[in-house]
């Protein structure tokens, strides 16, 4: 196996696991995380044996054909700086699962958590790992999406779920300002392989879209790290599970857009822009999290701030734009997800063992917990820069890097001191969480009695301070030649000299390293009592985020509601013409900047029987529209004829294939409308009657008819301009051409729409499969209120019904009110079904396809429902259509991603002849699997349809039943 092909699976297998783990049974804890481990642990190991590749500045690259015109290519991409957040994310991953084995409730549906978990470490995989702008873009919304479902893990929680809405509107928006950004920059290099946007640095900071392109991705970043003011979705995330706080909101979601601000840096970095943007944001947010960090009274809320302000501490070192402040940045970025990941376990245990996360009720906790004690003081040592731990080389280089003038700007002047002032913060609030949490007095009981968590729950703390103290004591040796990699990938000749060593010397960084040590002290002394009394920050604590975010999405639900209620209608029909004049609108344009012509063949031939036909068709299409006003009935069935006439004609022009999937189509939907026609409720009365003039009656009735016949005249014209064309000047020649060479096939019309444009085809099905869904989702619990829209005519004919039929079974059908002979409808299914088959396996090459056999098959168990109910066809079949959609989508999708294992583009087909005994020369196009694909959608999709319809279109009785007796409900249907 390949290197390149090892890129694909590291990136596949989390999604794979999270697959696997939603179907384990609830309390198949184990399991579950034995199998997250297992692919975390692999994918570490892969992406470590990987390292050789890259060490000396090497790129492997996996490139999967999708759209190679239009320069998008599923493209992985392993450098040395992605090599680092690929391990930093495997890693991280596999010690959170263990943790999360012992931290999560016996209670909880673990494998939905560890589910959850995969995706969102397969996502964060395809963000490091793509070598493509949009690829990244799409990795990014993922991450989102999937932080969201582990941030509202715990739904019962009001908080949970407002965090997690709060994190996907702030990330999400950011998302697609990133996407925006991504596109215009991708627009200048040229391309939007990462490799072409990385060799265009100069073209693209010269270019005028490179301060548009700058300010998008920057917000995308700023709002992913939770840089001001962006920041206030942090700590509201902290409802998650610890774990989640651990992996998402210390090492892996926030540093996504610090990873894309490093990516970036060659080429956005060294403007004026660049400088004052990045570094300001950056400064901000490290003094904002640091002050709002002190005052806080929630481990987990002093511990996001803490990370927040950590988070702007690497921004900031990135916007000065030198290269040891980027060398800085990516050492304090790996040392920050090691001493914070530790942290946010250790609350977590300590809020798993005392039943508190509030500082002001714990204290003493050293005497009945002193490992994990040890264990958090070294990591807040390190957060705080104490000496001989990963924090303090970092901090000082960070140190270094301020005292350097960069721009002769006021920033330069102040920002040592605005720097130091931070790390006294910092040195004030992690000497506050050790004192208060470890060694104060409690002022109370504990809920629980505190007592040291399972030592397999304390190991990954234990790794992780272990890896504080090794690279803060030899970090050379350990760090030092990752470090390298991933430095002279990011800046290539721009590489500094640098020095990983433990003791340089007195100088200003170490003595302002110092001065913020004992500055933080003397603090914490002096006023380490008041900060348990404090309900807020001061200053800041009066700004508050998420008053004015949740005050924000009131202003914009209301304007919606505005908008809805000035341009919406009670009815549909006005709605409707708005849509309609704008679809004429955006189809006039074209002509009106292209003009309109017409072929050379310029003849008319009119068949009088042909014009007949469209008379009748015509007509029906009129009386319908007419006989909606009066009887709904009535106007189905000439619309049906109408339908009808469309599928004569579609034979009439040879296009067989239209006109045996128009004829299904309209029997399957002529069925589920007359099933839909009692959901409807009566026609809503005149609400203005002194209104309904004749005059205004004509000029709505006018202006729909006016719409109507521009829209029929407007195809016409365009039916007309491409059929009087000669054929070769077509598009459809090359179809023609090409449908046999390339596809296989000899039907033109299949081979389109499972070759040519199969895209486009899962695209449909897809939306198709959604749409089923959502009805059958609204309708499932949906009662229609029968009575308060019955007349009184209405009524008492239902009552004549009910008294005469008061013992009526349950299982009467469709077929004992319509005098159907039910055993002809029962042996007509087997024949339908050999049809279905035979329409399948024939459309490559004549009439027929997927759709066309899917519809077929659900004409009959459409007729099995008529003569035995839902219910029993339920039983007797064991329709589930969701498994029907489910395994349609997977199967057109694999069929696609099957060309990928033989280096060819998404969704490419391959056919050959292959010889069968007694039989011969076969024909078989791996189209055919896409083909049946669709053909299982199409039949999940329309009898999820059926089944959402079918339990409330026969009136049931009102007489009382016993319970065994009644019918499921619909939200039963499988």
């Not at 700086?81 to 999360?100: E, H, K, P, T």
């Not at 521009?710 to 449908?739: E, H, K, W």
Request: hydrophobic share 55%; proline share 5%; with cysteine.
């Amino acid at each position: 196996m390949t290197s390149e092909h090892i890129l694909l699976i590291i990136v596949a297998l989390p999604f794979l696991g999270s697959f696997a783990a939603a179907f384990f049974p609830t309390r198949a804890r184990t399991h579950a995380t034995v199998l997250a481990g297992l692919i975390a642990l692999a994918g570490a190991g892969a992406i470590a044996g990987l390292y050789p590749a890259v060490a000396d500045g090497g790129v492997v690259l996996s490139v999967i054909p999708w759209l190679p015109s239009l320069d998008l290519d599923l493209t992985f991409r392993l450098s040395g700086v992605s090599w680092l957040f690929a391990l930093l994310v495997l890693v991280m991953g596999a010690l959170v699962i263990l943790y999360a084995r012992y931290y999560m409730s016996s209670e909880d549906p673990v494998p939905r958590f560890f589910s959850f978990l995969m995706a969102f470490m397969g996502s964060m995989l395809g963000v490091v790992l793509s070598g493509n702008l949009v690829q990244i873009a799409f990795f990014w919304e993922l991450t989102s999406l999937f932080s969201f479902l582990l941030i509202g893990y715990w739904h019962h929680n009001q908080s949970a779920r407002d965090g997690a809405r709060m994190s996907l509107i702030v990330t999400g928006a950011g998302g697609i300002c990133l996407l925006l950004g991504f596109l215009l920059l991708g627009h200048i290099a040229g391309g939007y392989a990462l490799d072409t946007v990385l060799a265009s640095g100069e073209a693209i900071r010269a270019s005028q879209l490179y301060p548009a392109a700058l300010f998008l991705i920057l917000i995308g970043a700023f709002t992913k790290s939770a840089q001001f003011p962006f920041h206030f979705w942090l700590p509201h995330a902290m409802a998650a599970p610890t774990p989640v706080s651990a992996y998402l909101h210390s090492a892996t979601m926030v540093k996504a857009g610090v990873f894309v601000l490093i990516l970036l840096w060659p080429v956005l970095s060294g403007t004026d822009a660049w400088y004052l943007t990045v570094s300001s944001v950056g400064l901000a947010t490290l003094l904002v999290g640091a002050w709002v960090a002190i005052f806080q009274q929630d481990l987990k809320g002093l511990l996001a701030y803490s990370t927040i302000s950590h988070l702007g501490l690497i921004v900031l070192l990135l916007g000065l734009g030198s290269p040891l402040a980027a060398v800085a940045a990516i050492f304090h970025t790996v040392n920050h997800a090691t001493f914070k990941a530790s942290l946010f376990m250790a609350a977590g245990i300590i809020d798993h063992e005392t039943g508190t996360r509030d500082i002001r009720k714990l204290g003493g906790l050293y005497r009945f917990m002193p490992i994990t004690a040890t264990l958090a003081m070294v990591a807040a040592a390190a957060m705080a820069g104490v000496p001989l731990l990963n924090g303090f080389l970092s901090k000082e280089m960070f140190l270094a890097e301020v005292l350097e003038t960069h721009s002769g700007t006021v920033i330069d002047q102040i920002l040592p001191w605005l720097a130091t002032l931070a790390s006294a913060f910092a040195v004030l609030y992690s000497v506050r969480f050790i004192h208060q949490v470890f060694f104060a007095d409690a002022p109370e009981p504990l809920p629980r009695e505190p007592h040291e968590a399972p030592p397999w729950m304390r190991l990954p703390i234990e790794v992780l301070v272990l890896a504080c103290l090794v690279i803060g004591i030899f970090p050379a040796v350990t760090i030092g030649p990752f470090l390298e990699t991933a430095v002279r990938d990011t800046l290539g000749d721009r590489t500094p000299a640098y020095s990983l060593a433990v003791w340089h010397g007195f100088s200003r960084p170490l003595f302002l390293s110092l001065l913020a040590l004992a500055s933080g002290l003397a603090l914490y002394v002096a006023f380490g009592k008041r900060l348990n009394a404090a309900k807020s920050s001061p200053v800041l604590g009066r700004l508050k985020a998420r008053r004015t975010f949740e005050m924000v999405l009131e202003r914009i639900i209301a304007g919606a509601g505005w908008l809805r209620a000035r341009a919406g209608t009670v009815r549909l029909q006005p709605q409707l013409r708005v849509l309609l004049i704008l679809a004429l609108g955006a189809g006039i344009l074209p002509f009106l900047h292209f003009g309109y012509s017409v072929g050379s063949e310029n003849w008319i031939i009119v068949d009088p029987a042909f014009a007949i036909m469209w008379a009748i068709g015509g007509g029906c299409a009129i009386a319908a529209a007419w006989q909606a006003k009066f009887h709904r009935l009535a106007a189905l069935i000439l619309v049906g004829v109408a339908g009808l006439v469309t599928c004569i004609s579609f034979v009439w022009l040879s296009a067989p294939d239209l006109a045996v999937t128009q004829l299904l189509v309209e029997i399957v939907t002529t069925v589920l409308l007359l099933l839909g026609l009692r959901w409807l409720p009566k026609r809503l009365p005149d609400i203005w009657p002194e209104k309904r003039t004749p005059v205004r009656v004509l000029m709505r009735r006018g202006s729909d008819l006016l719409i109507a016949v521009s829209a029929g005249i407007g195809v016409s014209l365009i039916a007309y301009a491409v059929m009087s064309r000669p054929f070769a000047d077509t598009i459809a020649s090359y179809f023609m051409q090409n449908a046999y060479a390339e596809g296989g096939g000899t039907n033109v019309v299949n081979v389109i729409l499972v070759d040519f444009r199969a895209f486009d085809t899962l695209g449909e099905i897809t939306v198709l499969g959604i749409v089923a869904i959502t009805v059958f989702s609204l309708l499932r619990r949906f009662r229609p209120a029968i009575e308060s829209i019955e007349t009184p005519v209405q009524q008492r004919v239902q009552a004549d019904f009910d008294r005469a039929h008061a013992d009526r079974a349950v299982g009467d059908t469709v077929a004992d009110y319509l005098m159907i002979p039910r055993l002809v409808m029962e042996w007509m299914f087997p024949v339908i079904i050999v049809f279905a088959i035979y329409l399948l396996l024939r459309g490559h090459d004549l009439p027929g396809g997927g759709f066309a056999a899917g519809i077929t098959m659900s004409i009959g168990i459409t007729l099995q429902y008529m003569a035995n109910g839902t219910r029993h066809v339920e039983d007797r079949l064991l329709v589930m259509p969701l498994r029907w959609i489910g395994i349609g989508l997977l199967l057109a999708v694999l069929t696609g991603a099957g060309a990928w294992l033989f280096g060819y583009p998404l969704l490419t087909s391959h056919f050959r002849y292959v010889d069968l005994p007694l039989v011969g020369a076969v024909p078989v196009a791996s189209a055919l699997l896409f083909d049946i694909g669709v053909f299982a959608l199409v039949v999940g999709a329309t009898v999820l349809v059926l089944i959402a319809l079918a339990h409330q279109s026969i009136r049931t009785p009102r007489v009382v039943r016993k319970p065994e007796t009644q019918a499921p409900a619909a939200g039963e249907a499988r």
